[in-house]
């Protein structure tokens, strides 16, 4: 089952402006990623939030991760149509010596010009 | 370096049959997970290798199942095919063991099963 979902599950924007998408998940992690698909092709790795901090930044992008209420959110500044694609966050669970990731349901980000 | 690869990129078998799908990590990288992404269901994790052990396993049927080889590249193996294998399938590499590692997506394997 998925451990995050994703909201919205579809997003459409002019280029220039912000977009914002959040996760949720249900259990304590290690920490939380998200990852960018482009038309059902291989996932890229965009940044990692690690579960003791609250904020990171990477670019034009922005991640923030609130603990206590199990969520997560993205923000893509001056989106650019480049950005057009499906956004997962994937949360990873201590289980010892494991490299498991959880993938929620996923955004898709329209860009139009 | 060059990045995960897969192999065949695109696949199309017929129900009963078995198909083998090959990953090749990036250079140094001895965790290799691998992943099944379909529309209904999303991406759900199949299993991960590390030095050549199965270390972890998601909830699929005894069908599908993998190895690594010492050089870490893995294949996976699904058995006795079934309409609803069709899907992505999306293997990932890693440099370290333990949760929550930034893995690294190869292109995957798209599968028609008719």
């Known amino acids: 089952s998925q451990q995050g979902e994703e909201d919205p599950q579809a997003l459409s924007i002019q280029e220039g402006e912000n977009a914002t998408m959040n996760c949720s998940y249900k259990?304590?992690?290690?920490?939380l990623q998200w990852y960018r698909q482009n038309s059902g092709r291989g996932l890229v790795h965009l940044i990692l939030?690690?579960?003791?901090?609250r904020e990171k930044h990477s670019g034009r992008l922005r991640v923030t991760l609130d603990t206590s209420k199990k969520s997560s959110s993205l923000l893509i500044t001056a989106s650019r149509a480049a950005d057009t694609a499906s956004y997962f966050c994937a949360t990873a669970i201590n289980t010892g010596t494991a490299s498991k990731l959880t993938f929620g349901t996923g955004t898709r980000l329209q860009v139009t010009l | 370096k060059a990045g995960v690869t897969q192999t065949p990129r695109y696949l199309i078998k017929t129900r009963g049959q078995q198909v083998t799908l090959s990953c090749s990590p990036i250079?140094?990288?001895?965790?290799v997970s691998w992943y099944q992404q379909t529309p209904g269901q999303g991406l759900q994790f199949l299993f991960e290798?590390?030095?050549?052990?199965?270390?972890n396993k998601g909830n699929f049927p005894g069908r599908f199942s993998g190895r690594q080889f010492s050089n870490s590249r893995s294949e996976m193996n699904v058995s006795t095919l079934e309409l609803g294998d069709s899907a992505l399938y999306l293997c990932a590499s890693s440099s370290l063991q333990g949760a929550g590692k930034t893995q690294y997506f190869g292109p995957g394997t798209r599968l028609l099963v008719l």
């Open positions: 250079s140094g990288h001895r965790s």
């Open positions: 939030i690690r579960s003791n901090e």
């Open positions: 290798y590390f030095s050549e052990t199965q270390r």
């Open positions: 259990t304590s992690i290690n920490n």
